[in-house]
């Protein structure tokens, strides 16, 4: 039977509930599906710093490498240990791994309350493209007389022509697939006369190649008044790494929870494991009370099946999630419903 090896890493926080109920559903699938699943978890987070004093093994990547996947609950607990200490771990996988293209889809799904009024599922279904790799995101800069009055912090941004084209092509090649094949670049070249300048002439440079494709535009700050406004328009949008950031919190308000927003790092070329997980992140404040949405978490799961080229078991998980918020009887509190975590995994896994 075709079995496929995944390092799951749930983190901390709501991350070890929802994990928990993606490794439900994703079992589930693997049954119906006929193939394995051979998943191997590490404890590592804030419990692995309080045994050892670090958030991951010295050679952790070396591990990660052996698998197919990787499989991410959620990270950080801030009480305990600064967030930049924890997530260390997620930034260095995306770019040791070089997961460079983010996918974060955002749908409403029917039944689901927007916040935005007058917003039905059809206005909502576009996919953020998220640069992954560099930007803002490469560890370079630092500190100078940091504690003195004259105390400055440098945080040099990358974007190399490289790096820019590929998340380009990858954006192009997905619009292509989708019904509407729109692509929105989301851009600031109005302020950012290098950075953005530069994604801007990489982008006009590129988009002949895909005739097929309608482009535009948008400077980050019009778009985010777009996406509350006008969400309907946009189907596919390309960001440099923090506009991705910022624009994949967005769309996932929009879509009515970040519960149910998930999210793959892709290193589309497979040469290294990509990571799957959900966009939200450990959310202390909940952490432990069964009141954790599982469904991103879920939904990412299935992400992770159709990228090992599972497609019909993602398809099962993506409809068994939409029948389940379509018929509102279990669901968690951020959808309106009383459930609680296990309780949304069990029924989706008693569902495939
Ligand atoms: C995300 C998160 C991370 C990011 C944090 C946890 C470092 O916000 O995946 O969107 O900034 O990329
Ligand atoms: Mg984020």
């Known amino acids: 039977m075709k079995t496929y090896k995944i390092a799951v890493y749930p983190g901390d926080g709501i991350g070890l509930e929802v994990t928990t109920e993606a490794v439900k559903a994703m079992q589930a699938a693997a049954v119906t599906g006929g193939f394995e699943l051979d998943l191997t978890e590490f404890d590592w987070g804030h419990r692995y710093w309080k045994k050892t004093g670090q958030v991951v093994p010295e050679g952790y990547l070396d591990t990660l490498r052996g698998f197919q996947a990787v499989y991410l609950g959620a990270i950080g607990d801030p009480a305990n240990l600064p967030d930049h200490v924890t997530i260390r771990p997620l930034i260095e996988m995306r770019q040791k791994f070089d997961q460079y293209a ?14 935005l009024a007058d917003k039905r599922p059809a206005d909502i279904d576009l996919v953020v493209i998220r640069e992954n790799s560099e930007g803002e995101y490469i560890d370079a800069g630092g500190f100078f007389k940091d504690t003195t009055p004259d105390g400055l912090a440098l945080q040099t941004a990358v974007h190399t022509r490289k790096g820019v084209e590929r998340i380009l092509r990858f954006g192009f090649d997905l619009a292509r697939k989708r019904p509407r094949q729109r692509l929105t670049l989301v851009t600031k070249s109005n302020a950012l006369k290098y950075s953005m300048v530069f994604w801007d002439r990489v982008f006009d440079a590129v988009k002949g190649d895909y005739p097929d494709v309608t482009v535009d535009k948008c400077h980050v700050d019009a778009m985010c008044m777009a996406l509350v406004q006008t969400p309907e328009r946009y189907d596919v949008l390309v960001c440099s790494n923090m506009f991705g950031d910022l624009i994949s919190d967005l769309t996932g308000a929009i879509s009515g929870s970040i519960g149910l ?9 497979r040469l290294f494991p990509s990571l799957f997980e959900p966009v939200h992140g450990s959310a202390p404040d909940i952490a432990g009370k069964g009141l954790a949405n599982p469904l991103a978490a879920i939904r990412s799961a299935a992400m992770m099946l159709d990228f090992l080229g599972e497609s019909q078991a993602a ?11 379509c018929e509102r009887r279990v669901l968690t509190p951020d959808l309106g419903g009383t459930a609680t975590t296990a309780q949304v995994g069990d029924d989706i896994a008693r569902r495939l």
């Open 102 to 115: 983010c996918v974060r889809p955002a749908k409403l799904f029917p039944g689901v309350r927007t916040p």
């Open 261 to 269: 927003a998930p999210s793959a790092n892709l290193n589309p070329e």
């Open 315 to 325: 398809t099962r998980i993506e409809q068994a999630v939409l029948n389940a918020v």
